[in-house]
């Protein structure tokens, strides 16, 4: 079955450092993939995606490469802020089976002043 | 435009007792999904529903049941209630092709004394 397994959190960083989130998966073909934010009280919001390998998801100063051969969708972000502090959800949908999706457990992320 | 919306945003039952949650999606979207979000994890598929029939449904049992209406607005029923149900249950909803992105709403929070 398709699985989704991402760095166990809390990360805590200070403003302006660099972020990386390790998010790999487990699927059969060529899945679709997701990062979502969860703020605090709110349902999820979409962050970025990648439809096929090598693709690049890009928003908000964020990014993660379609990594097909480590089967991987690592979260980057060059310089956080306060504001980003949040729990990030990597998921997956297959390519052929509509698009229900399957989530990482989450990763909470910190950023102190 | 409205985003995804759900209600109500709070429920407090007993167990054995049966909740109908309610989700009205974007507009133009004609999938509806449903996901439960235990405290602490990441959301479990429940049901997708596109044009009104089910597309898919997770490993949930039988006490868990939803529908879509012709105006593609979405119900799900839990029967039965358990302490295990309490969650954050979240509708998304999408154009329903494979690969469309879902887009979430902030969930109705469901406490089982």
């Given at each position: 079955g398709n699985s989704v397994t991402q760095m166990e959190g809390p990360v805590t960083l200070s403003e302006e450092a660099f972020l990386t989130i390790n998010c790999t998966y487990t699927a059969t073909g060529y899945p679709s993939l997701f990062w979502y934010v969860q703020y605090p009280g709110e349902g999820l919001q979409l962050l970025l995606k990648a439809t096929k390998a090598d693709d690049k998801g890009s928003n908000k100063g964020f990014e993660a490469t379609y990594r097909k051969e480590t089967t991987s969708f690592h979260l980057e972000k060059g310089s956080v802020q306060v504001s980003d502090s949040a729990v990030y959800f990597c998921a997956l949908t297959p390519?052929?089976?509509?698009n229900m999706l399957t989530f990482g457990g989450g990763t909470r992320l910190m950023v102190k002043p | 435009d409205a985003g995804v919306t759900q209600s109500p945003t709070h429920l407090i039952k007993t167990r054995g007792q049966h909740v109908t949650l309610r989700c009205s999606p974007i507009s133009g979207h004609k999938s509806v999904s449903w996901y439960q979000q235990v405290l602490g994890q990441g959301p479990q598929f429940i049901f997708q529903y596109y044009e009104k029939e089910e597309r898919g449904r997770g490993?949930?049992?039988?006490r868990f049941s939803a529908r879509q209406f012709p105006n593609y607005s979405s119900e799900l029923n839990v029967n039965a209630l358990l302490l295990g149900d309490s969650a954050l249950y979240l509708c998304a909803s999408s154009?329903?092709?494979?690969n469309q992105p879902q887009h979430f709403g902030d969930g109705t929070r469901l406490s089982i004394l």
């Open positions: 390519n052929n089976a509509g | 490993n949930f049992p039988d154009f329903g092709g494979n």
